[in-house]
């Protein structure tokens, strides 16, 4: 971006200079044509002449003229800054899309129980393995990847350390829907950090809801910002969401596929990274929480000691009885690559998880012969 800035600067100078070139040659041309007495004027009706100083400024015109240039060049310069920042924010903005090819292996293995299942060369672009990949589903607490990315959009850097209150419609939201949660008080006072980090590591819906509160003033609003969200990044046609904590609606849906799409997006992002790979986390110490609340991933504690044939860098799971257990999470390889998984419909939490390890292990690793122990 600095280039075209200093391209745009440049253009500036050689415009203004051209002028002036210009212009100092037309003054040297004229004078050749014009007498010292060119200002005598003819009083035509006393047929006598009379010398005649105008009133005016006689540089009036050419100030007028230079200053319109320079305005004129200040404008064009402006306008290809805002271009060049323009494309480079394009540029930045990387929308995630995985393509079947030749390579594309149906997720047959035994040892993959869920009964839906996409994973995604990250790197590549490319879809490694599926099996109801594109078909609908459920994403329940899975949807709160899109609660992070939006809010974290959102939320620039500088307010992530603010105080917030945690609002009643929050706990009460949590608590009527049986969600599960940080465990915030009413009315407690802690970091935007803390609702970020609550809304994933435990999958809190007082956070989840909190965050959306204070990002959009409401729930629903902030949801229509996902919505949007969906749209920006292609899967619109096939995923819609009605909350932003994954509780069962039959208008609340998406694929194994538009769920990768959302978590390629998140780990664009240092901040998303960030939180998503973190086991353990301490809210700020309150009135009601002296010490913080102590949260934890325990998708990622649980799976830190399997063998994956590579190394899993972060994780959300979801449960609601519509979608069994089901998780997303993305994983460096040994080729140096990284994948996204995302299961859905799994027995159990710990078959949720040993369903990825199988996943890394048989169509990353390719490790074929790979059996749960």
């Known amino acids: 971006m600095i280039y075209r800035t200093i391209f745009a600067v440049v253009c500036v100078a050689v415009t203004i200079g051209l002028f002036f070139t210009v212009r100092a040659g037309v003054r040297a041309v004229g004078s050749l044509f014009t007498k010292d007495d060119s200002s005598v004027m003819v009083d035509e009706n006393a047929g006598n002449t009379s010398d005649s100083v105008s009133n005016d400024d006689p540089n009036t015109d050419s100030n007028v003229t230079e200053q319109d240039a320079l305005n004129d060049a200040n404008d064009q310069a402006e306008e290809t800054a805002e271009t060049a920042e323009t494309e480079d924010e394009a540029a930045d903005t990387f929308i995630p899309s995985y393509a079947k090819n030749d390579s594309t292996k149906a997720m ?183 010490e913080g609340l102590l949260i934890s991933n325990w998708f990622m504690r649980r799976i830190e000691d399997k063998d994956c044939g590579g190394e899993v860098l972060g994780a959300k799971t979801g449960y609601v009885d519509e979608s069994g257990s089901c998780a997303a999470s993305y994983y460096m390889g040994a080729d140096g690559k990284e994948y996204i998984c995302v299961t859905a419909k799994s027995h159990s939490s710990w078959r949720c998880i040993y369903d990825h390890v199988a996943v890394y292990n048989i169509y990353i690793a390719g490790n074929t012969a790979y059996v749960k122990r």
């Open 108 to 290: 047959t293995s035994a040892e993959v129980t869920a009964e839906y299942g996409i994973v995604v060369n990250a790197d590549d672009q490319t879809v490694v393995a599926h099996k109801g990949g594109y078909d609908r589903i459920n994403p329940a607490s899975m949807t709160k990847l899109l609660t992070l990315l939006v809010a974290a959009e959102l939320v620039p850097e500088e307010k992530r350390s603010e105080i917030v209150s945690v609002p009643t419609e929050a706990t009460d939201y949590a608590f009527t829907h049986d969600c599960s949660n940080v465990g915030f008080a009413k009315e407690e006072r802690v970091t935007v950090n803390d609702l970020f980090y609550g809304t994933i590591l435990p999958s809190g819906g007082d956070a989840a809801i909190a965050l959306a509160i204070y990002t959009c003033g409401s729930h629903e609003a902030f949801v229509g910002k996902m919505n949007e969200k969906l749209q920006e990044l292609g899967i619109a046609d096939t995923a819609h969401f009605t909350n932003c904590v994954g509780i069962y609606d039959a208008n609340h849906y998406c694929t194994a596929y538009d769920m990768a799409v959302i978590m390629g997006a998140c780990i664009q992002d240092p901040y998303c990274r960030e939180i998503l790979k973190a086991r353990t986390y301490t809210t700020t110490k309150t009135a009601e929480h002296p």
